[in-house]
T-cell receptor
Framework: DAGVIQSPRHEVTEMGQEVTLRCKPI?????LFWYRQTMMRGLELLIY????????DSGMPEDRFSAKMPNASFSTLKIQPSEPRDSAVYFC?????????FGSGTRLTVV | GENVEQHPSTLSVQEGDSAVIKCTYS??????FPWYKQELGKRPQLIID?????GEKKDQRIAVTLNKTAKHFSLHITETQPEDSAVYFC????????????FGIGTKLQVIP
């Protein structure tokens, strides 16, 4: 198994632009999580899905953030419009029964 | 919701010494406590976990202990090696680990050769 696959690995964008981060979970995993990692706040859970259905989006910082999971093998996290304070590493993780497997992350820089 | 506190935030030890990282959690219903290691520029990876029905678990040089009464759990690394240098995260979950997991802020461990 190739593990959790995220794209792009790095993204640099200008303030105000739309950013879309992508994630392919491990086949058979029924939970998918989006985390944001910063030095100040550590790993923050943004949203998670079970069987493609959003379960808890209370960590989504504001309406500029949205996430979808149209099928079991794909999820997106969108930021529109992006702001410099959104700069962080965004991790996707998936799980089945116990223990997360993280993707390699997307390092987002908003200038 | 669950709150996980972790300390110290940074820890430096000499190679061969032991390192201990401590965490506390707030929700007494939490029943699964994983630990993740994140090397610089890489993804967090699960290194060991413990369930609430177990007090201690070992895997070679690493061990975790859990005190449910105090809502406290710890990671112990013995005979530290330079490759142990990384950021370590503790976490707690209400549901066995495959649902929402709350992470501590992380401990940066530096092993000095």
């Amino acid at each position: 198994d190739a593990g959790v696959i995220q794209s792009p690995r790095h993204e640099v964008t200008e303030m105000g632009q739309e950013v879309t981060l992508r994630c392919k979970p491990i086949s058979g995993h029924d939970y998918l999580f989006w985390y944001r990692q910063t030095m100040m706040r550590g790993l923050e859970l943004l949203i998670y899905f079970n069987n493609n259905v959003p379960i808890d989006d209370s960590g989504m910082p504001e309406d500029r953030f949205s996430a979808k999971m149209p099928n079991a093998s794909f999820s997106t996290l969108k930021i529109q419009p992006s702001e410099p304070r959104d700069s962080a590493v965004y991790f996707c993780a998936s799980s089945f029964r116990e223990g997360y497997t993280f993707g390699s992350g997307t390092r987002l820089t908003v200038v | 919701g669950e709150n996980v506190e972790q300390h110290p935030s940074t820890l430096s030890v000499q190679e061969g010494d032991s390192a201990v990282i401590k965490c506390t959690y707030s929700d007494s219903a939490s029943n699964y406590f994983p630990w993740y290691k994140q090397e610089l520029g890489k993804r967090p990876q699960l290194i060991i976990d413990i369930r609430s029905n177990v007090g201690e678990k070992k895997d070679q040089r690493i061990a975790v202990t859990l005190n449910k009464t105090a809502k406290h759990f710890s990671l112990h690394i013995t005979e530290t090696q330079p490759e142990d240098s990384a950021v370590y995260f503790c976490a707690a979950s209400l549901s066995g680990g495959y649902q929402k997991v709350t992470f501590g802020i992380g401990t940066k461990l530096q092993v000095i050769p």
